[in-house]
């Protein structure tokens, strides 16, 4: 008998009627004939007031406790989604984390799984049970319950679907698939019927939050079948056209950009008045590193006298508290700014391109868009704009790279600036 994860995010499961329908689309996979694995997130907004409740008694709280508490909002869902289900006689059961044996680090807010003990869970599953578990949950091998990072649910579903040898995970969201841009910022979007799982990796590492980056990571490492679908529609799994993630040779349109991608989580601290001699850099990043902290682009301004300079550099806007208490004594002088949001355009197929980036550039131009750093891979330019730039950012390259549009050459090609720029 085929088993299928089933993961439903937050909107999914916002309200009794939706945690009713999402329950609906279990029992038709099981009328198919179909083992369910069910995960849940925490109902819309829930995991974001619990977050604030935390930051509101202090920004230097105990991350263990906020694990105690942020985990809560899943506890709730997988209680309901249990109760929806056996309205209709499906023998279904609520599982914690750490019911589930979701053995994870000891960095929390951030863990990682290392491990599913699967065992209790296969044998509820012989018995005809539907466990319906907790996502973003695990504990630590000495019982602190931890979560998975933000998102962290899309995770625990792949890597059940990989602990149980699913043959298919479903992770049912408020968009009908993967888009060229988030649809909510752009209507030109375009869905992708079929995404590399290494384009996936990009997007979701700049922004695109319809997958948290680990969960494709691990699903691309274990070769899991992963689709993202929509619940709000009436139909299920396999008749969904969502979007599948599959290996880079299985991608059926050839391009030169897959998607813009935006991260409004984003804060940027600069050092002022900074010695500029060797060794600096390290001394700046050594306790951000110490702290756990993960900075992206950096930028040093050029001396002016050839002693002092300013050092700028980004960061998620979570960690900014955390980051300015870590450089006490860095630096004289600390200016931060969390109104900035970092903009991105990915596509394996830039890497021979050196004209991506100037098209890039352009459109920022022509839309009167100040970059305030610019940091480039192989397969992606980001940009730090302010906030308040960040959606028309999106439009501007979005339709300047033509990703409206299904294109078997490079959009490059055909790319029109504006005159006089
Ligand atoms: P869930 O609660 O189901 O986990 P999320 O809010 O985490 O849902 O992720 C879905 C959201 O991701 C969409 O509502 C959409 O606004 C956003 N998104 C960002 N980039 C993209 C993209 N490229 N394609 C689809 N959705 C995207
Ligand atoms: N509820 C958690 C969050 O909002 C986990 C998830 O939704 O995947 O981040
Ligand atoms: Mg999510």
């Known amino acids: 008998m085929p088993t299928i994860v089933m993961k439903f995010g937050g909107t999914s499961v916002a309200d009794l009627q939706r945690i009713e329908n999402a329950a609906d689309k279990v029992i038709r996979e099981i009328v198919r004939g179909n083992r369910c694995v069910v995960v849940v997130s925490a109902m819309s907004g829930v995991t974001n007031q619990l977050v604030s409740w935390v930051n509101s008694l202090t920004p230097d709280y105990d991350a263990r406790e906020y694990d105690a508490v942020v985990a809560t909002g899943e506890q709730v869902t997988a209680g309901l989604m249990a109760i929806a289900l056996q309205k209709h006689g499906i023998k279904a059961r609520s599982w914690q984390g750490w019911q589930a044996g979701v053995i994870s680090t000891t960095a929390h807010g951030r863990a990682r799984i290392q491990d599913i003990e699967a065992e209790r869970l296969e044998r509820a599953l012989a018995k005809g049970e539907v466990p319906v578990i907790a996502g973003f949950q695990g504990v630590t091998a000495a019982g602190r319950i931890t979560t998975l990072g933000r998102g962290g649910s899309d995770t625990s579903a ?119 001699m060797p060794g600096f850099a390290a001394s700046m990043v050594k306790p951000l590193a110490d702290a756990g902290i993960n ?127």
Do not use: W
Request: aromatic share 2%.
């Open 158 to 276: 792949v890597a059940f679907a990989a602990a149980l040898n699913a043959d298919r995970c479903d992770i049912y969201t408020d968009v009908d698939g993967v888009y060229t841009t988030d649809p909510r910022i752009c209507k030109d979007a375009r869905k992708i019927s079929r995404i590399s799982f290494e384009e996936m990796l990009e997007m979701a590492s700049v922004g695109a939050k319809v997958l948290q980056i680990r969960s494709v990571e691990l699903a691309m490492k274990r070769g899991i079948k992963l689709q993202v679908l929509s619940s709000l529609e009436d139909k299920i799994g396999s008749d969904l056209p969502g979007t599948l993630l599959v290996k880079e040779e299985d991608v059926l349109e050839s391009h030169l950009i897959s998607g813009v991608s935006c991260s409004k989580d984003e804060a940027k601290i600069t050092l002022v008045g900074v010695r500029d």
């Open 295 to 421: 900075i992206d682009m950096i930028v040093q301004n050029v001396t002016a006298d050839g002693n002092a300079t300013d050092m700028t550099f980004t960061l998620s806007s979570a960690d900014l508290h955390k980051a300015v208490k870590a450089l006490e004594g860095v630096a004289d002088k600390v200016m931060t700014d969390d109104k900035v949001a970092k903009v991105s355009v990915i596509g394996i197929g830039m890497k021979a391109h050196p004209e991506v980036a100037l098209t890039a550039f352009k459109a920022m131009a022509d839309a009167n868009i100040n970059i305030m750093a610019i940091s480039t891979s192989e397969i992606k330019i980001s940009m730090l704009v302010s906030e308040t730039k960040a959606d028309d950012a999106v439009r501007a390259l979005h339709s300047a790279f033509e990703l409206d549009k299904v294109e078997k050459t490079p959009q490059i090609l055909k790319v029109k600036h504006k005159e006089g720029r």
